[in-house]
Each structure stands twice: as C-alpha cells, then as structure tokens.
C-alpha cells in the first residue's frame, strides 16, 4: 500500500538462489541490485500511505466503508449449472442466466491496527469484496471454472511492516498479499490441482 522510499543498498551475491515450495520449485534468481539499476533495497511506508490507500474500505479514525452489502450468485450457479460446465453465448441474455438470483451478503471492509511495539500494522478481514461476488455470466460462450464457492464466514488477519526489502525472497506458500478491499489474493496453484488464471472465469 503505497509508495515506498529506497534507503539501502545490495547485499553481495544473488538472493534467493534455487528454492521450492508446496506448488512450484523456482530457478535461480536475478542478482539483487540497488537502485537506480535494480529495486533490492530497503524501503519505507508512512502509516498515511498505508491509510489513503484503505480510504472507503476501512472505518479505522473515523473512516467509512463505502459498501455495507454485495450480491452473491456462487450457489445459484453451483446448483443451476455447476463446474466445468459449458455456457451457451445467450445464457445470460435470453437463457436461465438472465434471471439468475443474488443473496445479499455483508460487506464488512477491512479493520486497521498500528501495532504499537515496532513499525508494523494489522489488517483483518473476511476476504470478502466490496462487489458482487462470482457472477459467471463472465463465462458466456465458455464453460464455468472447476471450483466455485466463496466462504463468509473465515476471517483472515496478516502483519505487514512499514519498513519492508526486497533484499531477501521468502517461498511463496498458499495466500501471497492482500487487496486494499481486503481480499487475499492467493497463489494461483489451487487446491485442486488447478492453474487459475487459466482454469477460472
């Protein structure tokens, strides 16, 4: 969240080197360069950046979240179509789709701490958008993804440093960062054995 300021220089030698995780086993990485050649250094954020980019999806000192509710078609599409199931171009214009029913699910926004012990904050959230939430007529003229289902009820909260590096590389487990509206965005390695950006809609 966002811009940060260059403060360091590189360390000697690559970072990183051959690695692996639950998903993928990673090759040998780039050398770690300081800028202005490269972007290996340490950075800071000030907690007003971090704010301004949480602005309408936060009540954190006195803010507000713009959404208090989004539709969710998940279920009617697990029970009208299903996976991996082919969807005619009309589907949603003069099909079944065109009158597809949404429930109404909260939208609750993400909640900030400072931690106060070091440079550090906290978001928390139900990984929930502020929009509407798996609506397939995105998949018209193709077929649906082979998982859908959104849980609401999980909440997820993730520490985040003011003062992040780009001079050391961690693996890369199952989330991988957080959207402003307080959605996890996840390897795209799914749980069943599926590359989402090429297996979902």
Not at 172 to 199: H, M
């Amino acid at each position: 969240s966002g811009a940060g300021t260059g403060t360091g220089t590189a360390p000697a030698g690559p970072v990183g080197g051959a690695s692996g995780n639950v998903h993928v086993t990673f090759g040998d990485v780039e050398t770690c360069t300081a800028p202005p050649s490269g972007s290996c250094a340490d950075y800071t954020i000030t907690e007003a950046q971090v704010l301004a980019s949480l602005s309408g999806f936060t009540a954190y000192n006195g803010g507000s979240v713009d959404a208090s509710s989004i539709k969710y078609f998940g279920d009617w599409w697990s029970s009208n179509v299903g996976t991996r199931s082919a969807v005619a171009s009309d589907f949603c214009t003069s099909g079944a789709g065109s009158s597809q029913s949404g429930e109404d699910r909260s939208y609750l926004g993400v909640t900030y701490s400072k931690m106060a012990a070091d440079s550090s904050y906290s978001l928390q959230s139900y990984s929930v958008p502020n929009h509407d939430v798996e609506d397939y007529c995105s998949a018209a003229g193709g077929e649906t993804p082979p998982m859908i289902g959104t849980t609401f009820t999980t909440q997820q909260k993730t520490s985040f440093s003011l003062a992040p590096s780009t001079k050391s590389r961690a693996q890369i487990s199952n989330s991988v960062g957080w959207a402003v509206n307080g959605v996890l965005i996840f390897s795209p390695f799914t749980g069943i054995g599926t590359l989402a950006a090429y297996d979902e809609t």
